[in-house]
């Protein structure tokens, strides 16, 4: 290349990069302007520890290390986590082939070719003798680039565009993992209900097993009716009727926990255990937070910012676009000759590409590029109010449950008193035994109620966290 040749390119090369910029608009996420605080809460005093929701493994609020244990594998074995887990490498592979428009490419070639051309000549008297093929072969080796440059930003566009689809990407991975955490930690305390409900369900067979001696005794002697026997015998029946029917739930509990870990149901079983009566809550903080803590708010965001940059992606084929390409080649019949210099045939040089009509092709693709993004921010304030309302709903069901806890705790209380009582009076004869199948009716219903208002703050405490985005928040972006 001479020199003069050499000046010209980067002349071109220098005044191209001087006059580049990206042609579209610069994003700035939309404002969202939120309360200063969640209208459900009010007086409600969520219990310690307050900084439940640090980042990390939000579950262990719970002091529960089966739960814990079952959380763990979520990342090890959950197939809606992994397969959100290789989408997100795809966003980060379609990243870096985006990068790699920033760059020229280079390309070498080797050929040998041989092959025969007719060729005619004359005799010495002048005379055209026919052409015949002669067979030769042809070597050629070289090297040859393309650099398109980057001046209206469309390479820088896509990069953006690219990048924010990748964070996207990892925020629905954060989703798919939240999620996946938040069922399982339903189910299993939906699971551990039906454990104390068996239980429940077992001390009642024991004690209406007693209840029944009771009265075939008194029967026995005289003192009570046939009727009381069977009255007592139909009342046992129902609840070891109960006590069979309990274990249908849990049996699809278990199964439902298998497949959250990635087992199949016949491999994997929950040993019963006691369920906890406290119900761990965190404060909800001002509904800003969400903005940070969500990834599903995150998801949303970072959508816009990718769907912005595509704007500049379709305003940038309105220019003209600029390739610097250049190529060294040789080419001789003879290989040990290939290299000589008078066989090299080299060029360099820009071109320049600019289409004049496409029908309204490009026009197109703006409009619909804005219409895009002016789509993904509705979808984005709708993503926010909606984890809005999730976070209030969940306050406003603990809160309440809290209430209720306290009034069916003491009408628990009231109703074992009252059983006790019937069947004393029962003994003595100074009630018929229907009292006491109401007593006890009357017990088991407000336990069962009790332990499924338990269950419900349980899940709604589960559900709270979860619509506080866990533990997660948007500086934990490994792509920035």
């Not at 339903?186 to 068996?198: G, N």
């Not at 239980?199 to 005289?222: H, N, W």
């Not at 705790?409 to 069947?423: F, Q």
């Amino acid at each position: 290349m001479t020199n003069p040749t050499l000046r010209a390119v980067c002349v071109i090369i220098a005044g191209a990069i001087a006059a580049s910029c990206a042609v579209g608009p610069d994003y700035h996420r939309p404002r969202f302007d939120t309360t200063a605080e969640f209208k459900e809460a009010g007086d409600w005093k969520p219990s310690e520890p307050s900084d439940a929701l640090t980042r990390g493994p939000w579950w262990k609020i719970f002091n529960d290390d089966a739960l814990d244990q079952l959380e763990t594998q979520i990342n090890i074995s959950n197939e809606n986590v992994l397969a959100a887990a290789a989408s997100f490498e795809q966003a980060r592979a379609l990243v870096a082939q985006a990068q790699a428009g920033f760059w020229p490419t280079i390309a070498a070639s080797f050929s040998g070719q041989r092959g025969a051309s007719p060729v005619a000549t004359t005799n010495s008297a002048g005379l055209l003798i026919p052409a015949e093929s002669r067979p030769a072969t042809t070597y050629a080796a070289g090297v040859s680039g393309d650099w398109q440059l980057d001046i209206w930003g469309k390479i820088r566009r896509t990069v953006e565009s690219d990048r924010a689809s990748a964070q996207s990407s990892e925020a629905a991975l954060a989703a798919a993992r939240l999620s996946a955490q938040a069922s399982l930690a339903t189910d299993y305390f939906e699971l551990r209900a039906q454990d104390q409900l068996q239980k429940l369900l077992d001390d009642t067979v024991v004690a209406e097993t007693q209840s029944l001696k009771i009265t075939e005794s008194r029967y026995k002697f005289g003192v009570a009716a046939r009727a009381d026997v069977v009255t007592a015998e139909t009342q046992l029946l129902s609840s070891q009727a109960q006590q069979v029917n309990a274990k249908i739930q849990r049996q699809i509990l278990e199964h439902a926990l298998a497949v959250l870990i990635g087992k199949q149901p016949a491999a994997f079983s929950v040993d019963a255990a006691a369920m906890r009566s406290d119900v761990p809550t965190v404060p909800a903080g001002v509904p800003s937070a969400l903005l940070e803590r969500r990834p599903d708010v995150a998801e949303a965001e970072r959508n816009m910012a990718a769907t912005n940059a595509q704007i500049g992606v379709a305003k940038a084929a309105y220019f003209p676009t600029l390739t610097l390409g250049g190529s060294d080649e040789y080419e001789a019949g003879a290989l040990g000759h290939l290299f000589n210099v008078t066989n090299r045939i080299w060029s360099v040089g820009p071109s320049l590409a600019e289409t004049i009509f496409d029908g309204g092709l490009r026009h197109a693709q703006v409009l619909q590029a804005r219409a895009a993004y002016q789509g993904s921010v509705a979808s984005y304030r709708q993503t926010v109010l909606a984890s809005f309302q999730q976070v209030e709903d969940q306050i406003v069901t603990l809160r309440v449950l809290e209430q209720e806890q306290v009034i069916q705790d003491e009408t628990v209380k009231k109703a074992r008193e009252a059983e006790a009582l019937t069947l004393n009076q029962y003994k003595a004869g100074t009630v018929p035994y229907s009292s006491v199948i109401t007593a006890q009716t009357t017990r088991l219903s407000a336990e069962e109620t009790a332990l499924s208002v338990l269950s419900s703050r349980l899940q709604a405490s589960v559900a709270l966290i979860a619509a506080l985005g866990g533990g997660w928040d948007t500086s934990m972006d490994q792509l920035k």
